[in-house]
Every structure is written in structure tokens, then in C-alpha cells.
């Protein structure tokens, strides 16, 4: 009975999951209102309560100067530059302590006109716990983003920032950022409706066809 039992659990999908929870963190509308075109200046923190807190940059909505920002999801990123000394270098994620994280995965783009290198770093408290860097990307003019996918264990908080040696000026962006599992995953297609009732009037078939057999 175990045995039939995996197999309708594998069969619906419902096979253990590597992860409790996943969330998929955009900063576009309806939960925040669409963000200037260019940047203002001024901090934002963007609060998702009970998942994290974003800080060190702005919500910007529509930012057409950035060719790569088409491979974002409109309308919002989430940007830092360093305009009038009150945006900061890197910008920085804290993940509430009641949501366990143990993969980090985003969209990060190029905002200046040269190319420019970054690194990600997670940290479990104080302690550096996992890092990626990411040398040269392209230039904005030239769709410049990469993909950061970092995993470790029990992180409480991610930087994302310039590693350049004389890191005065800045101009990057985030967004569709995955937690617990890899942007490609939390962006792709579920499985149709009608594939799952397959599925699932396959596992009833099977365990059916078992008690018909204890029966006689």
C-alpha cells in the first residue's frame, strides 16, 4: 500500500519538496504603484511583510534608457545609482527570520554606459555564507544582465553591488527575484489544468485497482 501510495504522490506532483516556501518578489503593480522613469534620488524601502525588506535604491517604473530592461517584468525594477549621495552601493535584501531561505535567485542589470563587474553576497547573520561575482557585464547600450542563482544555508540577507575599484559612480537594477527557487523555475509554465486531472485520475485508477485486489 506505501508503494501505491508514492506512486499517486509522484504521479500529482506531490513529491517532497526540496524547499517549505517559494515566493516570487516583483515590485510591479497591483501591490506597488508604478515608479518614475528616472531615478529621484530618493531611498525606498520596499517591505514584503513577512518575506523581506529591500533598501539602498528606488522603485523605477518604465526605465526605457536601459535596453536590457525588457527581459525584466514590466513595468517596475528595482535600481540604485549614485544620485545626489542617497542611494547606496550595494543594495541590500533582509529576509524576515520566520521565512527560511536557502536560495537566492534574481535578475541583475548593467545601468552604466561601460561595462561593470558585481558581486552577490549572502549572509547568515553576520557570517558570509555564499558568494558570486559576475566580472564585466556588457553595458547597458548592449543589454548587459546576468542571472545570480546563490544558495546556502539559512540566509537572513543579501547585498548585490559594484566590485569595480573606484566604485564612485553607479547605476544597476534588480528584479523578479525568485527565493527558494531559480528565476528560470518561477517563471516558466505550470502544468495545464487538465494534464493534472490526468495525472491524478491515473493515481486514482491505480489505488482503486489495488482495493478491488485486498478485496478479493
Not at 504521479?11 to 524547499?19: D, F
Not at 526605457?64 to 517596475?76: G, L, Q, T
Not at 537594477?173 to 517563471?187: C, F, H, K, M, R
Amino acid at each position: 500500500m506505501k508503494r501505491i501510495l508514492a506512486v499517486i504522490a509522484v504521479s500529482l506532483g506531490m513529491a517532497p519538496l526540496a524547499h517549505a516556501d517559494t515566493a516570487f518578489l516583483t515590485f510591479d503593480p497591483p501591490t506597488f504603484p508604478q515608479g518614475p522613469s528616472i531615478f529621484t534620488g530618493v531611498e525606498q524601502n520596499v517591505v514584503y511583510p513577512g518575506i523581506a525588506t529591500f533598501s539602498g535604491g528606488q522603485i523605477l517604473g518604465l526605465a526605457v534608457a536601459f535596453p536590457a530592461i525588457v527581459y525584466a517584468s514590466a513595468p517596475n525594477v528595482y535600481a540604485s545609482a549614485n544620485v545626489n549621495g542617497n542611494l547606496t552601493n550595494p543594495i541590500t535584501i533582509a529576509f524576515d527570520p520566520a521565512f527560511n531561505v536557502d536560495e537566492v535567485s534574481f535578475a541583475l542589470f548593467n545601468g552604466e554606459t561601460v561595462p561593470v563587474s558585481y558581486t552577490v553576497d549572502a549572509f547568515s547573520g553576520t557570517t558570509l555564507v555564499g558568494s558570486q561575482s559576475f566580472s564585466d557585464v556588457p553595458a547597458n547600450t548592449a543589454s548587459g544582465y546576468v542571472l545570480p542563482d546563490i544558495f546556502a544555508s539559512d540566509i537572513t540577507s543579501v547585498t548585490i553591488g559594484t566590485t569595480d575599484p573606484t566604485p564612485t559612480n553607479w547605476d544597476f537594477l534588480i528584479d523578479d527575484v525568485a527565493l527558494n527557487e531559480s528565476i528560470q523555475t518561477a517563471t516558466s509554465a505550470t502544468p495545464e489544468p487538465s494534464s493534472l486531472m490526468l495525472l491524478g485520475s491515473g493515481a486514482l485508477g491505480i489505488l482503486a485497482a489495488y482495493r478491488r485486489r485486498v478485496r478479493s
